[in-house]
């Protein structure tokens, strides 16, 4: 696994949005937006091309649609490399907050 960290935020959040399943990039830049109340708004050029790098270093393919869906869309899916650099990546942003909550800079989980 080539050590991309720390990822960007576009980065992770493509990589989290398949965590759950395959989808189509449409689908990947609704999940973000959803999930993120809005907050992050991934463009179709910031997608493909960060999708084109992740596919590149094996961390996203390229997988069939799911029975019933439009076969013409292209749906990406986590290979186990990607699983393993979302993972390690949530730890590191885990690890930053608990020093910030050392720090008193946000507050202990009650």
């Keep these: 696994m080539t050590d991309h960290a720390p990822l ?6 493509i990589l989290l949005s398949l965590v759950d399943g395959p989808r189509h990039g449409y689908g990947i830049i609704q999940e973000v937006e959803s999930r993120t109340g809005g907050e992050i708004r991934l ?19 390229e997988v069939r649609s799911p029975a019933g869906e439009d076969a013409r869309r292209r749906y990406y899916g986590l290979t186990s490399v990607g699983r393993r650099v979302v993972k390690s990546e949530a730890r590191r942003l885990e690890v930053l907050v608990k020093h910030a909550r050392t720090k008193r800079v946000l507050p ?3």
């Design 8 to 13: 960007s935020e576009p980065l992770f959040h």
């Design 108 to 110: 202990k989980r009650a």
């Design 43 to 61: 463009g179709a050029g910031t997608l493909y091309s960060a999708i084109k790098r992740i596919r590149a270093w094996g961390w996203v393919e």
